[in-house]
């Protein structure tokens, strides 16, 4: 069984930053493109942020210049470093995964999801 697990959500002011954890565990054979995505309220989910296995990396429009994507293979976790944050950023944070399971097998996985309010 495979798991998602994001942390590192919470309150913070406008122009603060904060930084998201995803956390792969279990039958994990290798991993694949990864993915920061958002939901706001009344609003569709979105992607924000995607990192390649080889490291390259993707942004939304609305967050570049002000977030960066990362991953440590070593330890199965990806990152997202949310800095210059606004109002408009507050949503649900996900992470999502291509993971494989075996060398023929793979799988998309999603975290359960992590608040994050941008609020004074």
């Known amino acids: 069984q495979v798991q998602l697990v994001e942390s590192g959500g919470g309150l913070v002011q406008p122009g603060g930053s904060l930084r998201l954890s995803c956390a792969a565990s279990?039958?994990?054979?290798?991993?694949?493109?990864m993915n920061w995505y958002r939901q706001a309220p009344g609003k569709e989910r979105e992607l924000v942020a995607a990192?390649?296995?080889?490291?390259?990396?993707n942004y939304a429009d609305s967050v570049k210049g002000r977030f960066s994507i990362s991953r440590d293979n070593t330890k199965n976790t990806m990152y997202l470093q949310m800095n210059s944050l606004k109002p408009e950023d507050t949503a649900v944070y996900y992470c999502?995964?291509?993971?494989?399971?075996?060398?023929?097998?793979?799988?998309?996985?999603w975290g359960q999801g992590t608040q994050v309010t941008v609020s004074s």
């Open positions: 999502n995964a291509r993971i494989a399971i075996s060398n023929y097998a793979a799988n998309n996985y």
């Open positions: 990192i390649s296995s080889g490291g390259a990396t």
């Open positions: 279990g039958s994990i054979f290798s991993i694949g493109d």
